[in-house]
């Protein structure tokens, strides 16, 4: 009977942490997000931009998707940065997410600055979504337009190369 409790109790104690797990999300103002864009550590990063009401956006989420899931764990790491709404993270972004399943990492820029911040991600951006920064160290590329898997592939491959 006690062994049957300790495994019940286990059992509820892990269903609290996967729901803890589920329903986290991380939330920077661009400060925070500094240190995801600019990493020195020989991998490959792709850092998308997008939001749940873009429809680019949603369109190519499965490509970022794809290419994560044939380079995990590998020199390729993908990050989602949300640009969604703040009242809308319970009742859109996370259904979303959990939705979608997605796999690659997602966080949220939440600073209404976007004067001061864009410019600092990049001098050529005008502000749109979808938008993808990769980079490897100190080399950088930024796209400010949607990409198919192809297209986002060779764009990695100059990277990798």
């Known amino acids: ?32 997000l500094k240190p995801f864009l600019n990493k020195k550590d020989d991998k490959v990063h792709v850092v998308n931009f997008w939001a749940t009401w873009c429809g680019p956006c949603v369109k190519e989420l499965p490509h970022f998707e794809e290419l994560h899931s044939k380079y995990k764990g590998g020199d390729v790491e993908v990050l989602l940065v949300s640009l969604d709404f703040p009242h809308q993270f319970e009742t859109k972004l996370k259904p979303f997410i959990k939705e979608r399943n997605l796999d690659p990492k997602v966080i949220v820029l939440d600073d209404v600055d976007s004067n001061s911040w864009i410019p600092k991600i990049s001098k050529d951006w005008s502000g749109s979504i979808p938008a993808t920064i990769i980079y490897k160290n100190d080399k950088r590329s930024f796209y400010e337009k949607s990409f198919t898997y192809e297209e986002l592939e060779k764009e990695l491959n100059k990277f990798l190369n």
């Not at 019940?8 to 999300?25: H, M, Q, Y």
């Open 1 to 32: 009977m006690k062994i049957k409790l300790l495994f019940v109790a286990v059992l509820i104690i892990l269903s609290c942490n996967d729901k803890k797990k589920e329903s986290a999300l991380e939330i920077y103002d661009f400060e925070g």
